[in-house]
């Protein structure tokens, strides 16, 4: 069983470009989690989504961020107009089920963004 | 004041010695989690807890929940533990959103 695959592991965008950044859950899982990380700062969550539904995107910035589970496929994470504040480690993570008190999340590599 | 703080924020030792990492809580959880985060590298979660203690090999992990507290322990510490340790914290809702703490760097001298 492959772990959360996360492609690309780097990719460099200049400013004003999209990013757009796939993760792919373990098999079997149909909840995803994306955190960024920026640069000598903490992880921070973004979003959570099911698939086919965004469940909460309190973290997400207001503009130039959305994200999406398709019913197939992996999840997208995409930026428009990336600035360079955007410049940071984005991790994913998945889980089998949502709630149960033994819920873990697995991680995915991360994709490092970094913006000229 | 962060909801979840460690401590030390960074921490070295000498091959062999034992660890401890420390994080507090402001805030009503439902689990708490240690992740582990080499240089450069994925996130690896360690354990998650919600009562108790918990060993995987070298590594213990306690929690208290009345006094909002866990710690990670390492025993017999090793050069290949030098890593960022993460503590993270999943609050009341009925999914897995994690609070993290800023992490501590251990780095493990031969």
């Known amino acids: 069983n492959a772990g959360v695959m996360q492609n690309p592991r780097h990719l460099v965008r200049r400013r004003g470009q999209e990013a757009r950044l796939r993760c792919s859950p373990m098999k079997g899982h149909s909840h995803v989690y994306w955190y960024r990380q920026l640069p000598e700062e903490g992880l921070k969550f973004m979003v959570y989504l099911q698939k086919e539904n965004i469940i909460d995107e309190s973290g997400m910035p207001k503009e130039r961020f959305s994200a999406e589970f398709p019913k197939e496929g992996p999840s997208i994470l995409r930026i428009q107009q990336v600035v360079r504040g955007d410049s940071a480690a984005y991790f994913c993570?998945?889980?089998?089920?949502?709630?149960?008190?033994?819920?873990?999340?697995?991680f995915g590599p991360g994709t490092r963004l970094l913006v000229l | 004041k962060n909801e979840v703080e460690q401590s030390p924020q960074n921490l070295t030792a000498q091959e062999g010695e034992f660890i401890t990492i420390n994080c507090s809580y402001s805030v009503g959880i439902s689990a708490l989690h240690w992740l582990q985060q080499h240089p450069g590298g994925g996130i690896v979660s360690l354990f998650m807890l919600s009562s108790g203690k918990k060993k995987h090999g070298r590594l213990i992990a306690t929690i208290n929940i009345q006094e909002k507290h866990s710690s990670l322990h390492i025993t017999a510490s090793h050069p290949r533990d030098s890593a960022v340790y993460i503590c993270a914290v999943r609050g009341g809702t009925s999914y897995g959103k994690l609070t993290f703490g800023q992490g501590t760097i251990l780095t493990v001298h031969p």
């Open positions: 993570a998945s889980s089998p089920i949502a709630g149960a008190i033994q819920e873990t999340q697995y």
